[in-house]
């Protein structure tokens, strides 16, 4: 009889504890997404440039945007959406790859609020410290393509 419940209080106890670690990695991920979704959402307010206008003249002053070539620069400006919402709905990245270096993207994106997309952009040119730890940064599980 002993071992009976020796086995049987053993079974529980196993269960309970891989259910509490289940429990502690869905809470884990379900912070960390609510953080990342602050990050972005807190990027997007600090973002200066919040209109299609906005970075229309950005584009004709001195500014990170001057990091492209001018033909790289103009395709940006006229590929980045802005929704109803004053959120980015997408923007042409190949001429960013093809150009900058990850921090440098970073630098342009910033002006728009979606500086977490840089990790997304494998094939920029790593050159510092600073990119390949741009490049790291963790993407969420899921996340908007652009």
């Not at 923007?91 to 979606?114: C, F, K, N, R, W």
């Amino acid at each position: 009889m002993k071992i009976k419940t020796l086995i049987l209080f053993s079974y529980f106890f196993v269960a309970s504890e891989i259910n509490a670690d289940t429990i502690k990695n869905d809470i884990a991920s379900s912070d960390a997404l609510i953080n990342f979704k602050h990050q972005k959402q807190l990027a997007l307010a600090l973002a200066p440039i919040k209109s299609k206008l906005a970075l229309e003249l950005l584009a004709q002053q001195e500014s990170p945007l001057d990091l492209l070539s001018d033909k790289a620069k103009q395709r940006f400006v006229d590929s980045v959406v802005f929704t109803d919402e004053g959120s980015i709905g997408g923007y042409y990245y190949a001429d960013l790859e093809a150009e900058l270096t990850p921090t440098q993207i970073h630098s342009i994106l910033s002006l728009i609020g979606v500086q977490h997309t840089v990790p997304k952009l494998k094939n920029s040119r790593i050159e510092t410290q600073t990119d390949m730890l741009l490049m790291l940064t963790p993407e969420p599980l899921s996340t908007p393509s652009y």
